[in-house]
Nanobody
Framework: VQLQASGGGLVQAGGSLRLSCAASGRSFSSYVMAWFRQAPGKEREFVAAIHWNGGGTYYGDFVKGRFTISRDSAKNQVYLQMNSLKPEDTAVYYC?????????????????WGQGTQVTVSS
């Protein structure tokens, strides 16, 4: 399984970004896909997760309607649309995958990780 995250960058507070995660290496039909983030000096934090097959979603408490996770099965892509960005959203964002089938916020639940993409929100 390979995960390749992209789409990060520098954006002003209040702006938007869409992150993409290209998944390859096998069929993901039974997988749970997720986004995490890690700011300097902080622990990795759950952002959102989605069932690849069926599309059920789960979000971290801080998201509060600002972010939306989605997937495109035909393209083997998972997306994170981030709106109303704040400086505290600055972090490296990672996509993750697990064949377990249960939506989880736990870092150690996920078996596969991408390399991360930097998101910087300026005030």
């Amino acid at each position: 399984v390979q995960l390749q995250a992209s789409g990060g960058g520098l954006v002003q507070a209040g702006g938007s970004l869409r992150l993409s995660c290209a998944a390859s290496g096998r069929s993901f039909s039974s997988y749970v896909m997720a986004w995490f983030r890690q700011a300097p000096g902080k622990e990795r934090e759950f952002v959102a997760a989605i069932h690849w097959n069926g599309g059920g979603t789960y979000y971290g408490d801080f998201v509060k309607g600002r972010f939306t996770i989605s997937r495109d099965s035909a393209k083997n892509q998972v997306y994170l649309q981030m709106n109303s960005l704040k400086p505290e959203d600055t972090a490296v964002y990672y996509c993750a995958a697990d064949p377990g089938g249960s939506l989880s916020y736990r870092v150690n639940f996920y078996d596969y990780w991408g390399q991360g993409t930097q998101v910087t929100v300026s005030s």
